[in-house]
């Protein structure tokens, strides 16, 4: 089992930043590829970002790229990711997501999830 807790939402206006935070606990950390998904209201759960255990990138959604940036510290067991240039349609509830498949993108590929955390950018 491994246990995922997101921090770091809020509110922010457009053109503002936020980093999310996502700790993880239970089975051996380093060995799980590492994902965001956001979800906004009346939306599917779609694919942000991904990193794998050895920090290589694996994919971005087309949207974030050049704002946003996934990164993991495997010392602290914790995911990363930094938004930057933030726009009203990124908010949504993030998610944070591990597996074991080591280039996983789609949702039904990750095999645990935190809780969320809400990101809300005002216009």
């Known amino acids: 089992q491994v246990q995922l807790a997101e921090s770091g939402g809020g509110l922010v206006q457009a053109g503002g930043s936020l980093r999310l935070s996502c700790a993880a606990s239970?089975?051996?950390?380093?060995?799980?590829?590492m994902g965001w998904f956001r979800q906004a209201p009346g939306k599917e759960r779609e694919f942000v970002a991904a990193?794998?255990?050895?920090?290589?990138?694996?994919d971005y959604l087309d949207s974030v790229k050049g704002r946003f940036t996934i990164s993991r510290d495997n010392a602290k067991n914790t995911v990363y990711l930094q938004m930057n240039n933030l726009k009203p349609e990124d908010t949504a509830v993030y998610y944070c997501?591990?597996?074991?498949?080591?280039?996983?993108?789609?949702?039904?590929?990750?095999?645990?999830w935190g809780q969320g955390t809400q990101v809300t950018v005002s216009s």
């Open positions: 990193i794998h255990w050895s920090g290589g990138i694996i």
């Open positions: 997501g591990s597996t074991g498949r080591a280039l996983a993108t789609r949702r039904y590929e990750y095999e645990y």
């Open positions: 239970g089975r051996t950390f380093t060995r799980y590829t």
